[in-house]
């Protein structure tokens, strides 16, 4: 069983991995706006993982005994000045749930909690991965610049993507 504090950090990670659903849906939004379904497919897909995400802690959570509280999703924003832009916010973002996630990490340590420690080390995975994918991207992107054909090659790659599912 976790504690009540580890408990609350949980619940704020779920609220995190939700809200980056919602961030990644309103990137794909954007994207469908200005033209790029390729590059909206790209999001969607990485909304879903975010959301998969959230579920493999709410499961977590769930599987130790205690309660899962689900609290409002801030609205993410909505518009970006570029395709650089959006993909730059993803990096930075993916930065910000790194340090939630190894935040989480730290606590589980102090808290002397080895089960959700471990647990916790799939993600810490996770991020390195998303962090790489997205400084990977950005460089393609930033390379593109205004090149409206390199940008085309980029949104018939982007539209292959898939959901990988998270394993266990």
């Known amino acids: 069983m976790v504690n009540e504090k580890m408990e609350a950090a949980l619940n704020a ?3 995190a991995e939700i809200y980056s659903g919602y961030l990644y849906l309103s990137m794909a939004s954007y994207f469908e706006d200005i033209d790029l379904a390729g590059f909206a497919n790209w999001m969607r897909v990485q909304a879903s993982e975010e959301l ?6 709410y499961d977590y959570v769930i599987r130790r005994g205690a309660s899962v509280t689900l609290e409002a999703i801030e609205k ?4 970006w000045d570029s395709p650089l832009a959006a993909f730059e916010h993803v990096l930075s973002h993916e930065k910000t749930v790194t340090g939630l996630i190894n935040n989480l990490v730290d606590l589980a340590i102090a808290e ?11 993600f810490v995975e996770e991020q390195v991965e998303e962090e ?10 930033r390379l593109a610049g205004d090149n409206n054909s390199i ?18």
């Open 52 to 57: 998969e995400h959230g579920m493999k802690i």
């Open 13 to 15: 990670q779920i609220n």
């Open 151 to 168: 940008l085309y090659t980029l949104n018939e790659e982007f539209a292959g993507r898939v959901r990988n599912t998270i394993n266990e």
């Open 112 to 122: 002397k909690d080895h089960a959700t420690n471990n647990f916790l080390q799939w």
């Open 76 to 79: 993410p924003q909505t518009e």
């Open 132 to 141: 790489e994918n997205a400084m990977e991207i950005l460089a393609k992107v």
